[in-house]
Nanobody
Framework: QLSLVESGGGLVQPGGRLRLSCAGSGYALEDYIVAWFRQAPGKEREAVSYISKNGDLTNYADSVKGRFSISRDNAKHTVYLQMSNLKPEDTATYYC???????????????????WGQGTQVTVSS
């Protein structure tokens, strides 16, 4: 059983930065593809970013390209989401998820991921 725990959320002003962390335990996180999703109140869950097992392949939603950066440190069993130039529309609960295999064309489909964390709240407001 792979357990995922997100951290790093909080309240930040527009234009600010936050770094989210997703720590894996139980099974080895380096054996899994990891993706970040987010869900705002009243809205559907949205894929944010994806990283391959060794970190050589990443993908981003158009809404965050150029502002967010995903990375992983397999020695620390942790995946990071660096968020910059945050906007009020980035306000949401952010979840990390993991799967052993995800077809590249389906990286943004939540149905492809088996393990999920409990989420961390990000609020962007002045």
């Amino acid at each position: 059983q792979l357990s995922l725990v997100e951290s790093g959320g909080g309240l930040v002003q527009p234009g600010g930065r936050l770094r989210l962390s997703c720590a894996g335990s139980g099974y080895a996180l380096e054996d899994y593809i990891v993706a970040w999703f987010r869900q705002a109140p009243g809205k559907e869950r949205e894929a944010v970013s994806y990283i391959s097992k060794n970190g050589d392949l990443t993908n981003y939603a158009d809404s965050v390209k150029g502002r967010f950066s995903i990375s992983r440190d397999n020695a620390k069993h942790t995946v990071y989401l660096q968020m910059s130039n945050l906007k009020p529309e980035d306000t949401a609960t952010y979840y990390c998820s993991a799967a052993g295999y995800v077809p590249g064309s389906k990286w943004s489909s939540g149905n492809e991921y088996f393990y999920w964390g409990q989420g961390t709240q990000v609020t962007v407001s002045s």
